[in-house]
């Protein structure tokens, strides 16, 4: 079946350094790819998306592109800050499940002063 | 602002004794979902209501169950907790189910088994 998997955590990176967190799937068909972020005892928020294959999705300085040839969707940041600090989850979703999302097992960033 | 509401956040019950906990949404979405995240762990679909249509996923334990009264409201009923219960309890909600359809969630509850 589908899955996802990202790099283990926890990263932990100075600030103002520069983040990547690794994720590749394994999916029939054309999924959708995401990134959630979840901050401690919140629940998920959506950081961005992308659709179809080559699609950069970006949000509050992060990014990601949807490279099909290597199933990979790799979150990016030029710059990270404290408040950056939380679990990010990649997932995907296929249009023909009912909408059910499809999360990797987390990845815990810990940004210091 | 339109969102998606949790209640209670935090649950605690004994084990054996049901629990029921409650979602409710003003984005007037028509897909409700319902997620289990044990500690340190992806969240991990339990079902899903699309409109008034029930959908189970095929590993979800016949312990849990769900009632959607009315489009604004959805609940997750325990029938009787076991310690393996113990987790945080995500809804969220989508406008159709398509690929790049984007799920919204609350707050979560976090359910405890004593």
């Known amino acids: 079946g589908d899955s996802v998997t990202q790099m283990e955590g926890p990263v932990t990176l100075s600030e103002e350094a520069f983040l990547t967190i690794n994720c590749t799937y394994t999916a029939t068909g054309y999924p959708s790819l995401f990134w959630y972020v979840q901050y401690p005892g919140e629940g998920l928020q959506l950081l961005l998306k992308?659709?179809?294959?080559?699609d950069k999705g970006s949000n509050k300085g992060f990014e990601a592109t949807y490279r099909k040839e290597t199933t990979s969707f790799h979150l990016e940041k030029g710059s990270v800050q404290v408040s950056d600090s939380a679990v990010y989850f990649c997932a995907l979703k296929q249009g023909n499940q009912g909408g059910k999302l499809i999360f990797g097992q987390g990845t815990e960033l810990s940004v210091k002063p | 602002d339109a969102m998606v509401i949790q209640n209670p956040r935090y649950q605690v019950t004994q084990f054996g004794k049901p629990v029921t906990l409650s979602c409710s949404q003003t984005l007037n979405h028509n897909v409700m979902y319902w997620y289990q995240q044990k500690s340190s762990q992806a969240p991990k679909l339990l079902f899903h209501?699309?409109?008034?249509?029930?959908?189970n996923e095929a590993d979800t334990p016949d312990n849990f169950q769900s009632r959607r009264p009315n489009t604004s409201f959805c609940f997750l009923d325990i029938r009787s907790p076991g310690l393996g219960d113990a987790a945080m309890y995500l809804c969220?909600?989508?406008?159709?189910?398509?690929?790049?359809?984007?799920?919204?969630f609350g707050p979560g509850t976090r359910l405890t088994v004593l």
């Open positions: 992308a659709t179809k294959a080559d």
């Open positions: 209501y699309y409109d008034k249509d029930f959908n």
């Open positions: 969220a909600t989508s406008r159709g189910q398509g690929g790049g359809s984007e799920q919204f």
